[in-house]
C-alpha cells in the first residue's frame, strides 16, 4: 500500500539554525507530494508540493525537492523563526478515483529565540 | 476568507450520546473527505465523497456515518460516542481530477465525557 514515513519529533532549534525534517514514501504508481504545516488548535494549511520527479517545492523559506531514485522528500529551510514552530506532515496524493491523500505522522519543529 | 468551516470548533458530548460534526465549503470541489486525528498522530481517513458517491475506508468503524446532500455540505455523524472518540475531526475537499491539493478547515475538537 501507499505509505509516509517522517522522522520523529521533536526537532528543536535556534532561531536561525538550518532545519532539514526527512521524509520518504512508498507507493504505487505516480504520487504527487505535499508539505502540509498545523499550528496549535489548527487545521492543516498548505505549505508546498512538487507534482513529478525532480520537482522542487518553495514557500515563504521552505524547500523541497521530489526525488524518486531515493523516493524522499526531505523539507529545508536555511534560516528558521519562532513563528516557524509547528506540526509539519508530509503527504502524498495518489489516484484512486478521485485522489485520496496520505499522510506521515508529523514532525513537530520547535524554535527557541 | 474561509474555504472550508467547520462548525462548531469544540464539542463535548456526553458517552454514547449521538453527535454531528458539520463542514461546508464555498470552493465548488467535489470531493470532500472526513478525517480523524488523535494527538501526536497522522490524520487518518475515515471516508470520502466523490460527488454523491460514498467510500468508506474499510477500517472505519459503524459508529461513524456521514451525510452530504449537495455539493456545499457534509456531515459527520458519531452514532454513539466512546471515550476512544475523543479526537480532533477535520473535513478538506479537493477538485475531482489532477494533482491538487486538499484544502482543509480548521478542525472540531471534540471531548467526550
Known amino acids: 500500500g501507499n505509505s509516509v514515513t517522517q522522522m520523529e519529533g521533536p526537532v528543536t532549534l535556534s532561531e536561525e539554525a538550518f532545519l532539514t525534517i526527512n521524509c520518504t514514501y512508498t507507493a504505487t504508481g505516480y504520487p504527487s507530494l505535499f508539505w502540509y504545516v498545523q499550528y496549535p488548535g489548527e487545521g492543516l494549511q498548505l505549505l508546498l508540493k512538487?507534482?513529478?520527479?525532480?520537482d522542487k517545492g518553495s514557500n515563504k523559506g521552505f524547500e523541497a525537492t521530489y526525488r524518486k531514485e531515493t523516493t524522499s522528500f526531505h523539507l529545508e529551510k536555511g534560516s528558521v523563526q519562532v513563528s516557524d514552530s509547528a506540526v509539519y506532515f508530509c503527504?502524498?496524493?495518489?489516484?484512486?478515483?478521485?485522489?485520496?491523500?496520505?499522510f506521515g505522522r508529523g514532525t513537530s519543529l520547535i524554535v527557541h529565540p | 476568507d474561509a474555504m472550508v468551516i467547520q462548525n462548531p470548533r469544540y464539542q463535548v458530548t456526553q458517552f454514547g450520546k449521538p453527535v454531528t460534526l458539520s463542514c461546508s465549503q464555498t470552493l465548488n470541489h467535489n470531493v470532500m473527505y472526513w478525517y480523524q486525528q488523535k494527538s501526536s498522530q497522522a490524520p487518518k481517513l475515515l471516508f470520502h465523497?466523490?460527488?454523491?458517491?460514498?467510500?468508506n475506508e474499510a477500517d472505519t468503524p459503524d459508529n461513524f456515518q456521514s451525510r452530504r446532500p449537495n455539493t456545499s455540505f457534509c456531515f459527520l455523524d458519531i452514532r454513539s460516542p466512546g471515550l476512544g472518540d475523543a479526537a480532533m475531526y477535520l473535513c478538506?475537499?479537493?477538485?475531482?481530477?489532477?494533482?491538487?491539493?486538499?484544502?482543509f478547515g480548521q478542525g472540531t475538537r471534540l471531548t467526550v465525557v
Open positions: 478538506a475537499t479537493s477538485r475531482e481530477a489532477g494533482n491538487t491539493e486538499a484544502f
Open positions: 512538487a507534482t513529478k520527479a525532480d
Open positions: 503527504a502524498l496524493f495518489i489516484s484512486r478515483g478521485s485522489y485520496i491523500p496520505t
Open positions: 465523497y466523490y460527488d454523491k458517491d460514498f467510500n
